[in-house]
């Protein structure tokens, strides 16, 4: 075969070079009928190529050609590289290809419902832009959404899935060389895992059954099935009834179980080497993709210490008291008092990635253990990005006896959820474990307002397509 280009790897060392790139026309423009001009894009980066009529090499035919191609066509260009003596706007390799072939590969109709370089404006741009009295349509979030394939060819899509799959991968990479096992979990389950409404229900072959809302109970049942360290990354499904920005009906979960040999807070030195290294290795081997992202959504790196802060619930709401907030002592926080406290912690310690253990036991699932001096708290904690949580965990009740009675006290019926119960009965080690939601990660690492952003084919309640 021949030699392939990606137009992200254009740069001025291939400078009279002849290469080969295959990409969409972004945008068309004829100067004449003899030079033309086409910006072709591959996976979120941009050439200018330029078509002049030369004798021998480029015919006015091809000139023509280009110009009657309908923009988001692929193309395939072999052409000469060349490095302009100005700066080249509206493409994000600094160089250019004069065009000698180009063959369409694919059409795409004309009149698309989304325009690529207008999608990928930033606000400040898009104002600018109509202050300019630029003829512009301003793309919403519902029109991305609708058209999904267009809407991820922008950078920042490009940049946001990439990064997506890089935490996701750090995840697994880094607990692999902690000694855990991948595993995977059913997604179709007798009863709800998590307790509480938010669940689908289905019918199972004439049994009521449902979809995951966590692999809560069968990745504790494989603690009990002698794994000892385990993670899983999966669907989980909520039958949300909120329409929220950070709520979705279904997103991934990144999930940790492992034995506990003396102290729960075991679990949170896994959650502080994990995401303090994570962090590192976005910012390092990311800088691409989040400068992409910044490009279209701008934002500030986060802040976070190189040992993960760790404040009690109770210091948590002191703070909030002090700055004049009211909850309720052994309440749960609401989304306003969680920013809130992730304002005054960055404030007060200068980092937007913490720790808040030790939750009342009333507003923690059934499973959770409660603090052995203190039992209206618990061993529990959540992990807050920029004041919004990515992270619930605990340590978990391992005896069958204190499991089956905080179930009912939850208002679970046991019997859905019996086998779960029974694994304790064979004997189980003390353990805990947590849930990320992945797309709340990246979402809050870029400080991005709105969860769909960072799913590729989001479910929310009033949504099931693409
Ligand atoms: O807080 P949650 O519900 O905790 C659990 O599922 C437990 N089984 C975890 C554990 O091991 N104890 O969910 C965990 C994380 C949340 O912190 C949040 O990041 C994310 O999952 N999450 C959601 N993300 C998107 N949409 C939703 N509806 C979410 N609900 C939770």
Known sequence: GRRWTEVGSLDDLLKDQTVL???????????????????????????????????????????????????????????????????????????????RK?????????????????????????????????????????????????????PANQAIFRIEFEVADFFGQFLKKEGFVGIRTPKLIAGSSEGGAAVFRLDYKGTPACLAQSPQ???????????????????????????????????????????????YFEVTDIVDRLFVSMFDYLNEKCSKELNAVRQQYPFEDLK????????????????????????????????????RLGQLVFNKYGTEFFILHRYPLSVRPFYTMPCHDTPVY????????????????????????????????????????????DSFRYGAPPHGGFGVGLERVVMLFCALNNIRKTSLYPRDPQRIAP
């Open 21 to 99: 790139v295959r990409g969409r026309a972004q945008t068309i423009r004829a100067v004449g009928k003899k030079i033309a001009f086409v910006v072709v894009r591959e996976k979120g980066f941009t050439v200018q190529c330029v078509v002049t009529v030369k004798p021998d090499e480029v015919s006015p035919q091809m000139v023509k050609y280009v110009n009657g191609l309908s923009r988001e066509s692929h193309v395939d260009i072999e052409g000469v590289v060349s490095v302009p003596d100005v700066a080249i706007k509206g493409a994000s390799q600094q160089v250019e290809i004069q065009v």
């Open 102 to 154: 180009i063959y369409g590969v694919s059409r795409a109709v004309p009149n698309l419902p989304i325009n690529i370089e207008d999608a990928a404006r930033s606000e400040e741009e898009i104002q600018k832009a109509l202050e300019a009295g630029e003829q512009l349509v301003k793309v919403n979030q519902d029109t991305r959404l609708n058209y999904r394939v267009l809407d991820l060819r922008t």
């Open 217 to 263: 109970l069968h990745k504790q049942m494989a603690i009990n099935g002698d794994f000892g360290r385990v993670f899983e990354i999966g669907p989980v499904f909520r039958a949300e009834d909120s329409f929220t920005h950070r709520h979705l009906c279904e997103f991934t979960g990144l999930d940790v179980e492992m034995e506990i040999k003396e102290h």
């Open 304 to 339: 976070y210490s190189r040992k993960t802060l760790q404040l009690t619930y109770e210091e948590g709401i002191k703070m909030l008291q002090e700055d004049g907030i009211e909850v309720p002592p052994l309440g749960d926080l609401n989304t306003e008092a969680e920013r």
């Open 378 to 421: 618990s061993n529990s904690f959540d992990v807050f990005i920029r004041g919004e949580e990515i992270i619930s965990g605990a340590q978990r009740l391992h005896e069958p006896q204190r499991l089956t009675e905080r179930a009912k006290a939850c208002g679970i019926d046991v019997s859905t959820i019996s086998t779960y119960i």
